[in-house]
């Protein structure tokens, strides 16, 4: 049996209600300003940012804390091209190659996005998380994680905000079948990757398709007593 961590009192300030309230209503405005960009400026963004923002990623709730991801940092140009190239040629097979459903293709269509990911070279870094599917102890020996997905989802998500919090923008980049990643960037067999992040500041001429956000009736059901 592994020890229990010592437990130690956790008591942040409670707040008067319409304080937090008034906080709850200027966090969703800013959540609600967050858009998915793909067309970026090439714009240099300091790597603490990009520090900043993987920190309070990890600090995300995670599966018996194992905290299984890890984030892969790339600024250097020639590796961002490799990228690319590599992301564009899966990329180029599933919208060209057939190998998307048509199904899938008709529900893309909306965004008009196509094979081609020219930002992968634009942008000052592009972040690949990776999930951990074991971990690995000192003496090589596996380590079994839980909730892997979940927890890994989670920090993508506070990836997102933190980089959002700073100004910046970012996409969910899924180039699918993803291995490529795991080659080019040098990840051991534990590691897959989960979401490749491009970041920076959006174009001064970005633009984002004009879509509408479901409303709070139609994402939430209320069983209460009133
Ligand atoms: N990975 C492809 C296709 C794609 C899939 C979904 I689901 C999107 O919301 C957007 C794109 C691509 O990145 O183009």
Redesign the pocket.
Same mark, same amino acid.
């Not at 996409?171 to 699918?176: C, D, E, F, I, Q």
């Given at each position: 049996m592994t020890d229990r961590y010592p437990f130690i009192p956790y008591r942040p300030e409670r707040l008067p209600i319409d304080v937090a309230l008034e906080r709850g209503q200027r966090a969703l405005a800013e959540a609600e300003a967050r858009r998915s960009v793909r067309d970026f400026s090439s714009d240099p963004v300091p790597r603490r940012a990009i520090e900043l923002a993987i920190q309070a990623a990890s600090t995300a709730p995670s599966g018996a804390h194992r905290q299984p991801w890890r984030f892969v940092a790339v600024s250097d140009p020639a590796l961002k091209r490799e990228i690319r190239v590599a +992301?564009e040629a899966e990329?180029r097979a599933?919208?060209e190659g057939g190998r998307?459903p048509e199904e $899938?293709r008709a +529900?893309?269509a909306p965004?008009g *996005? =196509? $094979?081609k990911?020219p930002y992968l070279e634009v942008v000052p870094w592009i972040v690949v998380a990776f999930e951990q599917t074991y971990g690995v102890a000192d003496d090589g020996s596996r380590i079994k994680n839980y909730y892997v997905k979940e927890s890994v989802g989670i920090a993508c998500g506070m990836f997102i905000n933190a980089l959002h919090q700073m100004g910046l923008a970012t996409? =969910?980049? *899924?180039?699918?079948p993803m291995a490529f990643l795991s080659k080019i960037l040098g990840r051991p067999a534990n590691e897959k990757p989960y979401i490749l992040f491009p970041i920076g500041y959006p174009a001064s001429d970005a633009q984002v398709p004009d879509l509408k956000r479901k409303s709070l009736d139609s994402v939430s059901v209320w069983l209460t007593d009133e």
């Open positions: +992301a990329e599933s919208y998307m $899938w +529900a893309l965004l *996005t =196509t $094979w990911k996409l =969910t980049h *899924t180039p699918s």
